[in-house]
């Protein structure tokens, strides 16, 4: 509750109103959510919510980058600790990499699933069918680049989550 708390405070009070609500419509493109819909956690949150804060006035890409690397995109998208297809097939397991958060990022936080035309309308081809920004391979090729992230191991006193830092 008490990161609800901080949230509105700053939100409705902050001298700097058009970098709040800026920030604000940023985190609704690049939602994030808590498990089951509450988390008692405050840092990590708020130090997601930063990002927003922070890049308001910035550019998109940067917002992207930032967000990618926050503890709490890499497990809601579920590429925290995602292994390559050759670690996999070193432990014996044949499993690809997880595509959740590269297709998410393409449809979703960026190119969107079809082409557009400058009006907003799709591409079509010749015949008629839209035209898509991506394909399987596209998916599957930046998977592979989402591999190998892990949580660092920072030692310092005022953790608020058993001992693990999901901030630094």
Do not use: C
Request: without cysteine; negative net charge; aromatic residues 14%.
């Amino acid at each position: 509750e008490q990161k609800y708390n901080a949230w509105f405070h700053i939100a409705l009070r902050a001298k700097d109103q058009l970098r709040q609500r800026v920030a604000w419509a940023l985190y609704q493109i690049v939602p994030i959510g808590a498990p089951g819909g509450f988390d008692p956690r405050t840092e990590q949150w708020m130090a997601y919510y930063d990002v927003y804060v922070r890049n308001a006035f910035g550019n998109y890409r940067d917002v992207l980058k930032e967000v990618s690397y926050t503890s709490l995109m890499a497990h809601w998208l579920s590429f925290l600790d995602n292994a390559s297809i050759q670690h996999a097939l070193d432990g014996g397991d044949e499993i690809y990499p997880d595509e959740n958060y590269a297709r998410e990022i393409m449809q979703l936080f960026s190119i969107g699933l079809f082409k557009l035309n400058p009006d907003g309308t799709r591409q079509t081809d010749l015949d008629g069918n839209f035209l898509y920004t991506y394909d399987s391979d596209d998916i599957m090729s930046y998977a592979r680049a989402w591999t190998g992230l892990t949580m660092q191991e920072y030692k310092r006193g005022n953790l608020e989550d058993e001992g693990t830092d999901r901030v630094d």
